[in-house]
């Protein structure tokens, strides 16, 4: 006996975007620094639809709450997380070709220089910023990404920076911290 069967129907409604371009768009800003939060991810969406003039169900064109839920939902890959606020220049520095091609400059350096095996004439230096109120957002990103950040510009919130300074061998220099035209000196 031979059965047949129907073929059955996609069920839902008619979507009126394309999910891959979104995945795809929100894992490239959000690995970039620029993470959109959820209510962005919205207003994205909204721009998109009136300016394609694309007829929805939504109110006003913007998706709700619940849409972005079920989104989520239909995309386990995309995740909202929470950000680690890094500078432009950090931010682009943790680019694995970037680290190695650093390396390799290095180390030409100091063969070039004749101290590769003068630990003690090695020094690596460091300044960082804080910002006394810093803000994490959630943003929407890649499932598993070992680390989201995001790109911060100047503000006007207080910014204290400290600079520190130790060789190869172990020795450290006296650390600085600069806080808004007072300067102090620990070590």
């Not at 047949?4 to 409604?13: E, I, M, N, S, V």
């Not at 490239?28 to 620094?33: E, V």
């Not at 943790?94 to 101290?115: D, M, R, Y």
């Not at 095996?117 to 090695?122: A, E, K």
């Given at each position: ?23 795809d768009?929100?894992i ?6 620029w ?32 849409w ?25 520095a ?22 590769i ?6 020094f ?50 006296i ?9 102090y000196?620990?070590?």
């Open positions: 006996m031979v059965r047949t069967y129907k073929k059955l129907k996609q069920g839902g409604r008619k979507s009126y975007l394309n999910s891959q371009e979104m995945i768009c929100l490239l800003m959000a690995d970039s620094g993470g959109f939060t959820r209510g962005e991810v919205k207003d994205l969406i909204q721009d998109f639809l009136r300016t394609n003039s694309i007829e929805t169900p939504f109110i006003d064109s913007q998706p709700s709450k619940d972005l839920h079920a989104f989520l939902q239909r995309n386990p890959i995309i995740t909202p997380r929470k950000t680690e606020q890094l500078s432009n220049s950090r931010s682009h943790e680019n694995p070709e970037t680290i190695k091609t650093w390396f390799n400059l290095v180390e030409k350096t100091f063969k070039k220089a004749e101290i095996n003068l630990p003690n004439q090695i690596n230096s460091d300044e960082s910023g804080f910002v006394t109120d810093p803000k994490k957002q959630i943003v929407l990103a890649k499932r598993g990404a070992s680390r989201v950040s995001q790109s911060i510009g100047g503000s006007g919130r207080e910014h204290i920076t400290v600079n520190c300074a130790c060789s190869a061998s172990g020795q450290a220099t650390c600085y911290i600069q806080r808004k035209k007072f300067v000196g620990l070590g």
